[in-house]
């Protein structure tokens, strides 16, 4: 009797957990997405295509188990050694994830940047879930159709339609994943939301907030680095960062005309910072100009974006 009990405990004590990729093309609401499922802002978004850089661990733990979400770059044709950085970051993120998310929107075409990942998702082995997000966009009648397209195309696990802006469906697809994880240990302390140091958040909060207010052919010339990140003894937080551009010219729009620029962009980036580590922050920028950087291979690791191949 004593052992049907333990047996009993045991079943009961049982969690799933694994690793879930989220991949499609540039802007399609990848961070927005994961951002949700968590609860939490991790990554940063914008309507500026190419967001995310690096690779983005995110955990939710449940009774159920645990999830740990990984949020990848764009995947894209590639015009420069970040651009490569970035598709490889992704592509290799394919294979290691023991279930891919792919996002896609509601349309009744396929076009090339979509045919481009189809091939990619013909050479894993994970089960792949068809995330149709932006749902709330389309009638039903026309997501129906995009639906079928997209299942001629690939033989999908599942296909979820949702919206990562106003929380459509998202619990179904929580329950979804959790289907398809196997049995496991925690990866991670229950109360994790993140591997990323608060040092990189920071970083890439700053880099949304010039992303946001920056004009269009400035920001994927960008770059973050945190050069000091101190708490006082009194709580606050002191923070030194760079903003790094390619060209004098963009430097001159960063900073903008007495410094309003820069000042808008401090501001805003103080206040999320603020709000993540729940205290005050003195934040102080810099704006310094590294030319092509986003094609040299010093820089790239310098600015952390670092290949783990």
């Known amino acids: 009797m004593e052992e049907i009990r333990e047996n009993k405990m045991e079943e009961e004590t049982k969690t799933k957990s694994g690793f879930a990729a989220l991949v499609g093309r540039p802007n399609v609401g990848k961070s927005t997405l994961m951002n949700r499922l968590i609860g939490q802002k991790i990554a ?94 389309v009638s039903k009648e026309n997501l129906l159709k995009a639906i079928d397209v997209y299942r001629k195309a690939y033989s999908f696990a599942e ?65 973050v680095t945190i050069e000091r990140m101190e708490e006082r003894k009194d709580g606050i937080f002191d923070i030194d960062a760079n903003i790094i551009c390619e060209k004098d010219s963009h430097k001159g729009i960063i900073i903008g005309k007495g410094g309003q620029m820069l000042k808008k962009i401090g501001t805003q ?16 920028l810099w704006v310094k100009v590294r030319k092509e950087w986003r094609d040299s291979d010093m820089y790239l690791k310098s600015f952390g974006y670092r290949s783990e191949r």
């Open 44 to 137: 940063i978004t914008s309507n500026k295509p190419q967001t995310t850089r690096n690779r983005i661990q995110t955990v939710y733990t449940d009774e159920r188990g645990q999830i740990v979400f990984l949020d990848t770059p764009g995947i894209h044709q590639a015009k420069n050694r970040l651009g490569e950085f970035m598709v490889e970051a992704a592509e290799r993120t394919l294979k290691e994830a023991d279930l891919v998310m792919w996002l896609v929107e509601p349309v009744t075409y396929i076009g090339a940047g979509e045919q481009h990942i189809l091939e990619k998702l013909q050479e894993v082995k994970t089960p792949v879930i068809l995330v149709m997000n932006k749902c709330d966009t």
């Open 159 to 223: 296909v979820v339609p949702v919206s990562a802006f106003d929380g459509t469906n998202t619990d179904t697809l929580m329950d979804v994943l959790f289907q398809y994880m196997k049995e496991g240990p925690m990866f991670y302390d229950e109360d994790t939301v993140t591997d990323q140091p608060m040092r990189e958040i920071a970083a890439e909060l700053i880099r949304e907030k010039a992303l946001r207010c920056l004009s269009d052919e400035v920001p994927h010339g960008i770059a």
């Open 269 to 284: 980036a103080r206040r999320s910072i603020e709000e993540m580590v729940e205290a005050q922050v003195n934040l102080k």
